[in-house]
């Protein structure tokens, strides 16, 4: 008999998301015509993200993660595409509409000390976004503040609320910029490689506060890395990025264990293991990533693939299903 496995509703449904950004050209080339070229951060990804999940999104350094992420709770204005959002699509909203709805998508950015104002204290940065949209009154701030803190742990609130940022350290740092997403009350949170900047003896203390909120709240996450071993312990999923598009996306232990794509095969190998006589694929990966300007042609991975073939550099893989849950795009996959 086959299981049919019921997946909930999405959460969130990204549907053909794109961000190009426009290359800046001298005034020269504009007035001699020369055509505008585009840097095609996010090329046409689709992907359901479900709720109270933590969607591990990996990849190297310019795949695409951080537009991908901002993109979807449009912090930036995008190319094409939808988000659909309780039945909305977000990137048709405008003006108060846009705001109410961006109030439950919230980020956590990857630097604690370039994303808190210096010059508010404690109770400021975390209250700024109770009292710019009008959620409670004056005289609840306090607690408002207080209750986020301890659910960040950093307890008790009193010996905190009328610091300074400068007064904290990376990891308290961090856990303001979480409370602050969390006053707002948010259903979904981008935290985007939100402790790679953190010393490695307290990224454990923040984790384990998104660990407990997702627990607590139900609180989906996009959990941005480069660190596969890190998206591994941290999500239910992990998505795959190169070069703009996805490439993989699985269970995380499924992904780990037994990815299917040639680069997520080769990210994988990177990864450092403690044992050495421990089993580990071998695939090899060559070269830098290519500019996003002009990618390759047919499958974008193919010039750095070990497993290329004549089909792949004509023809553009889908990503598709190829076991239940797992997904990937490579012409390895296709059936005849
Ligand atoms: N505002 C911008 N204007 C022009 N190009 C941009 C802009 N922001 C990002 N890019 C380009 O888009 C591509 C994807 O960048 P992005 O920051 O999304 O990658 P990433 O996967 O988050 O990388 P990292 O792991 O280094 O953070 C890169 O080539 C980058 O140079
Ligand atoms: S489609 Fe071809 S080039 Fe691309 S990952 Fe698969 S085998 Fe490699
Ligand atoms: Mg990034």
């Known amino acids: 008999m086959i299981k049919v496995?019921?997946?909930?509703?999405?959460?969130?449904?990204?549907?053909?998301?794109?961000?190009?950004?426009p290359v800046r050209m001298s005034f020269i080339r504009s007035l001699k015509g020369e055509e505008q070229k585009w840097v095609k951060a996010v090329d046409d990804i689709s992907i359901d993200i479900y709720p109270k999940e933590i969607l591990g999104l990996a990849g190297e350094s310019g795949s695409g993660k951080t537009t991908f992420g901002r993109t979807l709770i449009r912090l930036i204005e995008p190319t094409a595409g939808s988000v659909i959002y309780?039945?909305?699509?977000?990137?048709?909203?405008?003006?108060?509409?846009?705001?109410?709805?961006?109030?439950?998508?919230?980020?956590?950015?990857?630097?604690?000390?370039?994303?808190?104002?210096?010059?508010?204290?404690?109770r400021d940065v975390v209250a700024e976004g109770l009292l710019v949209n009008k959620l409670v009154s004056k005289d609840k701030v306090d607690e408002a503040v207080a209750s986020a803190l301890e659910d960040v742990k950093l307890t008790p609130p009193e010996e905190f609320i009328n610091r300074y940022?400068?007064?904290?350290?990376?990891?308290?740092?961090?856990?303001?910029?979480?409370?602050?997403?969390?006053?707002?009350?948010?259903?979904?949170?981008?935290?985007?490689?939100?402790?790679?900047?953190?010393?490695?003896?307290?990224?454990?203390?923040?984790?384990?506060?998104?660990?407990?909120?997702?627990e607590k709240y139900g609180i989906t996450f996009l959990f941005i890395t480069h660190d596969l071993a890190l998206a591994k312990h941290m999500s239910d999923r992990i998505a795959v990025m190169y070069l703009g598009k996805l490439v993989e996306l699985a269970d995380s232990e499924k992904l780990i264990d037994n990815p299917l794509h040639p680069y997520t095969q080769a990210l994988i190998a990177a990864i450092p293991i403690p044992d050495p006589t421990a089993k580990k694929a071998e695939v090899k990966i060559k070269g830098e990533i290519p500019s996003p300007i002009n990618p390759p042609s047919g499958c974008r991975f193919h010039p750095r693939c070990p497993y290329v073939f004549d089909r792949c550099k004509v023809e553009e893989p889908k990503l598709k299903e190829v076991e239940p849950g797992h997904f990937v795009a490579c012409h390895l996959y296709d059936k005849p």
């Open 5 to 21: 496995i019921k997946m909930p509703e999405p959460l969130i449904k990204a549907i053909n998301v794109k961000k190009y950004f």
């Open 86 to 122: 309780k039945n909305v699509d977000i990137f048709k909203l405008k003006g108060s509409e846009l705001k109410n709805y961006r109030r439950k998508l919230q980020i956590i950015f990857q630097d604690p000390y370039d994303s808190i104002n210096p010059r508010l204290t404690i």
């Open 165 to 214: 940022p400068h007064e904290l350290s990376g990891g308290q740092r961090q856990r303001v910029a979480i409370a602050r997403a969390l006053v707002l009350k948010p259903d979904f949170i981008v935290a985007d490689e939100p402790v790679s900047m953190l010393d490695v003896s307290i990224r454990a203390e923040v984790l384990n506060v998104m660990l407990d909120l997702k």
